[in-house]
C-alpha cells in the first residue's frame, strides 16, 4: 500500500477521520435535540393550561447571565484554535472548561431553587401541568450533561496537547463539538425560558 492510499484510507471524502467521526455524531445528536424541542413546542402548543412560570429577574435574568457564560466560552473555544502558540492554546481551552463548570453550576443553582423553594420535579409542579417539569428538567439535563461531558473532553485534549500526544486538529475537532454544545443551547434558552416568561 502506498502512502497516498494510506492517507486517503485515513481521510475519507477528504476529511480527516477525527473530524468526520465529530461531523457524524453532531448530526445525529442534533437530530436528538431537536426532536426533544418539537415535542416541547407541541406539548407547548397543544395544552391549554402550559405554565408560564419564569419572572423576569431572577428567572430570566439568571438564564440571561448563563447564555453569556456560555457564549463567552464559544470565543475562547474560538481563541484555542486560532493560538499560534501550544501555551496560549492550552490556556485558552482551561478558560473554556472553567465557562463551561461555571455555566453547569449556575444550571444546578437554578435547579436546586426550582425544585426545593419551587416544588418543581420532573413528574409535578404546582402549576397543574406535570408535563412540564418532565420535558423542562429533559431538555435542560440533557444539554447540562452535553456541556459536563464537552468539559472532561477538553480537559482531555488539553492535557493530550501539553504532552503532544494531541495536536492542533485534536483542538479543533474538540472545538467542534463545544460549538455545537453552545448552539443547542442559542435554541433551548429562547424556546424553553424566554416563551415561559409570566406575563
Known amino acids: 500500500m502506498t502512502a497516498a492510499s494510506a492517507e486517503s484510507l485515513a481521510r475519507p471524502f477528504n476529511i480527516p477521520s477525527k473530524k468526520l467521526g465529530m461531523w457524524l455524531f453532531i448530526v445525529s445528536d442534533a437530530l436528538t435535540f431537536a426532536t426533544l424541542l418539537i415535542c416541547y413546542t407541541y406539548l407547548r402548543l397543544g395544552s391549554a393550561q402550559w405554565p408560564a412560570p419564569f419572572e423576569f429577574f431572577p428567572s430570566i435574568v439568571f438564564s440571561s447571565v448563563m447564555t453569556l457564560v456560555l457564549l463567552t466560552s464559544s470565543l475562547t473555544m474560538v481563541a484555542a484554535v486560532h493560538a499560534k502558540e501550544s501555551g496560549k492554546t492550552i490556556r485558552w481551552l482551561l478558560i473554556t472548561m472553567l465557562c463551561g463548570a461555571a455555566f453547569v453550576a449556575l444550571h444546578l443553582t437554578e435547579w436546586t431553587h426550582l425544585i426545593r423553594d ?3 420535579t420532573p413528574w409535578s409542579n404546582p402549576w397543574g401541568e406535570p408535563l412540564f417539569g418532565a420535558v423542562f428538567f429533559g431538555i435542560t439535563g440533557l444539554h447540562m450533561l452535553h456541556v459536563t461531558a464537552g468539559v472532561i473532553y477538553l ?3 488539553a492535557a493530550g496537547f501539553r ?7 485534536d483542538v479543533e475537532v474538540a472545538g ?4 455545537f454544545v ?3 443551547w442559542m435554541f433551548v ?3 424553553v425560558y424566554l416563551m415561559a416568561v409570566k406575563p
Open 155 to 157: 480537559g482531555i485534549v
Open 163 to 169: 504532552s503532544r500526544r494531541f495536536t492542533h486538529d
Open 176 to 179: 467542534l463539538y463545544w460549538h
Open 182 to 184: 453552545d448552539l443547542v
Open 118 to 120: 419551587m416544588q418543581v
Open 189 to 191: 434558552f429562547p424556546l
